[in-house]
């Protein structure tokens, strides 16, 4: 069955980078994400990446994709105190799109340390 | 201005009792979604509907029912609630059908004793 996995935690120090891992067992899957969740509000689309690509980088933001090994990867560079959050990974499925059907990580908190 | 709100953010309810959980949304999107996130943070999707028609129905049991009196609308009844319901349920809405940003709500943390 479809399955993503994520590590619970990563704590970093303010200035480094932060890297949070994502592992996926369905290589359907058309596009994949990264959400960011701050304590108490909905779940913000950080980025996104098409199963065909390798890299995408967006600002602070490098996503990295190895579909041979169904491993997605979401680097955060110069990470700063606004940065802690719960960051979720998600598939999405469908011929051309998602369908609206996005199989979720369990999430990685992440914490970072002035 | 809020693009996707939920009310209420905090439900306590005893175990038999019925209630809903309203999501609106003025974003002018024709797809909206309800997921359920279990204590484990695991998101899982219960159901889709676009164009105020239902598109996704996972495997839900039929306690739960969304009702959709408008496309900005998508609402989530839940009858006779079980503990294994207490989870915070998101809604999310979509521009269209496929491949389209999903804006979440705030969530709704439903606690049953």
């Known amino acids: 069955g479809e399955d993503v996995e994520q590590s619970l935690f990563l704590s970093v120090r303010e200035g480094d980078s932060s890297v949070i891992n994502c592992t996926y067992t369905?290589?359907?899957?058309?596009?994949l994400y990264w959400y960011k969740q701050e304590p108490g509000a909905g779940l913000q689309l950080l980025t996104y990446?098409?199963?065909?690509?390798d890299m995408k980088q967006d600002q602070r933001l490098t996503v990295l994709l190895n579909k041979k090994d169904k491993h997605l990867s979401l680097r955060i560079a110069d990470t700063q105190t606004g940065d802690s959050a719960i960051y979720f990974c998600?598939?999405?499925f469908g011929d051309g799109g998602s369908q609206g059907n996005l199989i979720f990580g369990k999430g990685t908190k992440l914490s970072v340390k002035p | 201005d809020t693009a996707v709100s939920q009310t209420p953010k905090y439900l306590v309810t005893q175990m038999g009792n019925d209630k809903s959980i309203k999501c609106e949304q003025n974003?002018?999107?024709?797809?909206m979604y309800w997921y359920k996130q279990d204590s484990k943070k695991f998101l899982k999707i219960m159901f889709s509907?676009?164009?105020?028609?239902?598109?996704i129905n996972e495997t839900v049991p039929n306690r739960f029912s969304p009702k959709s009196p408008d496309k900005a609308h998508l609402n989530l009844h839940i009858n006779s609630l079980e503990l294994g319901d207490s989870a915070v349920y998101f809604c999310?809405?979509?521009?269209?059908?496929?491949?389209?940003?999903?804006?979440f709500g705030p969530g709704t943390r439903l606690t049953v004793t």
């Open positions: 999310a809405s979509s521009q269209g059908w496929g491949l389209d940003e999903q804006y």
């Open positions: 369905d290589s359907s899957s058309t596009y």
């Open positions: 990446i098409f199963s065909n690509m």
């Open positions: 998600a598939e999405g």
């Open positions: 974003l002018g999107h024709d797809t």
């Open positions: 509907y676009n164009n105020k028609e239902l598109i």
